[in-house]
C-alpha cells in the first residue's frame, strides 16, 4: 500500500498504542484496530485520500469526537479513520436568512451556543451536546429531549457540503427553506452515518429563541400513571418542548447513589416536563394544564428560577453516564414505540422477564431501555434479548433505533427486522454512490 504519509495537507497517526483509543465509541462495540487516522485539513487529503482508498482497497471510517452509541465510526477490517475534529470552518450565522453554516468539526454547544448570541436557536441537543461534534450529529440524525417538539436533526438541516466518491466535496441544498428543484439529496445523507459519502459541512435552519419556559417535575405514586400522559397532551393541544421520564429502577438508583440533587427526587417514579410557548408560565397555562393531568399532578412542582430548571436538567442530563459508571459493561437501546402504544409496550416488555430498566424521551416514545445486568449475560442470551425488545418495538409500529443510529451494534437486527424492499433500495444507493465500497463498509446495511 502507498504510504498515507504522502497525502497533502493532513495529519497521519500510525502509532499503535494512540490508533487503540479509535477502535470504540461510546458504544458496547469494540472494532478492528485501523491501518492508520488520518486528520484532513483540506480538499486535497480527501482528493488524495479517495484515490488511495480506491486504488489500494481500504475503507474510509468518518469519525468526530466519538461520541456515538452504535458503533458508527469505529473500523472495520482494513480502514483508515477519517478524524475531522481539526476540518478547517467557521460558525456563520445568518439573522436574515435565519441560517447559520458550520463545519463538521465544529463543537455542537458552539454551534448552539453561537445562534442564541443571535437571539436564535438551534433545537438538536442530544445528551451529548457539550462534547460532541456537529457531523456525528448530522451522520445519525441526532435528536434529544427537544425532539419532543421541534423534530431531529433533519428537520433543521438547509443543506450539505459532501465528499463523494469521485473524491470532490459537492453541495446539495440552499440558504432557504423553499427548494423543491428535484428531491432533496441532501437529506439522503442525513443519518446515513457515512455509508453515501462523508458529510463536511452544514447549512442548518434557525428559529427564535424561546422567551419564556415553564419545567415542571411530575412525580407519581404508580408509575404506570405516566404512560397515558403524552397522548393526553397531544390531544387537548398541549405540546411541550420535552417530556422526560425516570422509571421506578432508575429512580432508585439516582436516590440512592446519585449526587446531592438526586437524591431529593419524589416519586415512585419521575416525569420532567417543560413548555417554552409564549405565556407557559402563566397561571392560567399552568391551570389548565393541572386540570388536563387531573390528579396525576396534585404534587406537581414548577421550577422556581433558572438555578433551578437548570438543575432539574443537570439530572437528567448525567443519567446515562451515572448508569454506566455503575453498570460499566451495561446495554442501552434507544427503541421508539408510537405515544398511543407506550402502556402495551411497557406491559409486553415486563411479560418478556427481560431484566430492563427504561428513562428518556417519553414525550415523542423515544426510551432508552437498559439492560444493566449486560455483562453478565451469555452472549447469546443478551442478543436474544435484544432481538426481542427490538422485534416488541417494531411489531408496535415503532423502530429499534430513535436516534443513536445502526452502526454495526444494530445492524444484524435492522437487516432482520427491516422490509426487504427498503434494504434493496439503500444497497442500490449504496451501489450508486460508493461503486467501490469504500465509505464506512460493513455498517447498517
Request: with cysteine; proline share 8%.
Amino acid at each position: 500500500m502507498k504510504p498515507l504519509s504522502s497525502l497533502p495537507d493532513a495529519t497521519v497517526l500510525a502509532d499503535p498504542d494512540v490508533l487503540e483509543a479509535f477502535r470504540r465509541d461510546e458504544s458496547h462495540v469494540a472494532g478492528c484496530m485501523p491501518l492508520a487516522v488520518v486528520r484532513p485539513h483540506g480538499p486535497a487529503a480527501l482528493r488524495g485520500l479517495v484515490r488511495l482508498a480506491r486504488a489500494e482497497g481500504f475503507g474510509l471510517v468518518p469519525r468526530g469526537a466519538g461520541t456515538g452509541k452504535a458503533g458508527g465510526c469505529v473500523p472495520t477490517s482494513r480502514t483508515v479513520v477519517v478524524d475531522l475534529s481539526e476540518w478547517p470552518g467557521a460558525i456563520q450565522v445568518s439573522p436574515q436568512d435565519l441560517c447559520l453554516t458550520a463545519p463538521v468539526s465544529a463543537p455542537l454547544r458552539e454551534v448552539k451556543a453561537k445562534a442564541a448570541a443571535s437571539g436564535l436557536f438551534y433545537p438538536p441537543d442530544p445528551n451529548s451536546w457539550e462534547s460532541c461534534a456537529l457531523g456525528g450529529t448530522l451522520a445519525t440524525n441526532a435528536g434529544g429531549p427537544n425532539a419532543c417538539k421541534y423534530g431531529m436533526t433533519r428537520n433543521w438541516v438547509l443543506g450539505l457540503d459532501v465528499l463523494l466518491a469521485d473524491g470532490e466535496v459537492h453541495t446539495f441544498g440552499i440558504r432557504s427553506v423553499k427548494a423543491n428543484a428535484g428531491p432533496n439529496l441532501a437529506q439522503l445523507f442525513v443519518g446515513s452515518e457515512g455509508i453515501f459519502g462523508l458529510i463536511l459541512g452544514a447549512t442548518l435552519r434557525l428559529t427564535p429563541q424561546p422567551r419564556e419556559h415553564a419545567t415542571l417535575l411530575l412525580p407519581v405514586k404508580r408509575w404506570t400513571d405516566l404512560l397515558d400522559l403524552p397522548g393526553r397532551l397531544a390531544e387537548a393541544g398541549f405540546l411541550p418542548s420535552a417530556f422526560e421520564f425516570f422509571d421506578p429502577a432508575v429512580l432508585a438508583e439516582l436516590r440512592a447513589h446519585g449526587p446531592e440533587e438526586a437524591r431529593r427526587l419524589p416519586g415512585e417514579a419521575l416525569a420532567i416536563l417543560e413548555f417554552d410557548e409564549r405565556g407557559c408560565a402563566s397561571d392560567a397555562f399552568l391551570e389548565a394544564l393541572a386540570d388536563l393531568l387531573g390528579p396525576v399532578a396534585e404534587s406537581l412542582e414548577i421550577a422556581s428560577g433558572a438555578r433551578q430548571r437548570e438543575g432539574i436538567w443537570a439530572v437528567r442530563r448525567l443519567t446515562s453516564a451515572f448508569l454506566k459508571e455503575r453498570h460499566p459493561k451495561k446495554v442501552s437501546e434507544d427503541i421508539v414505540v408510537p405515544r398511543s402504544q407506550l402502556r402495551l409496550f411497557f406491559e409486553r416488555l415486563e411479560a418478556t422477564g427481560i431484566p430492563a430498566v427504561s428513562y428518556g424521551h417519553l414525550g415523542d416514545g423515544n426510551l432508552h431501555v437498559n439492560l444493566l445486568a449486560a455483562g453478565d449475560t451469555p452472549p447469546d442470551e443478551l442478543e436474544a434479548q435484544l432481538m426481542t425488545l427490538f422485534r416488541l418495538a417494531v411489531d408496535l409500529g415503532g423502530t429499534l433505533s430513535g436516534e443513536h443510529g445502526i452502526g454495526l451494534a444494530k445492524r444484524d437486527a435492522f437487516l432482520a427486522l427491516s422490509d426487504p424492499a427498503h434494504i434493496e433500495v439503500l444497497r442500490g444507493l449504496k451501489r450508486t454512490l460508493d461503486p467501490d465500497g469504500i465509505f464506512n463498509p460493513g455498517k447498517v446495511i
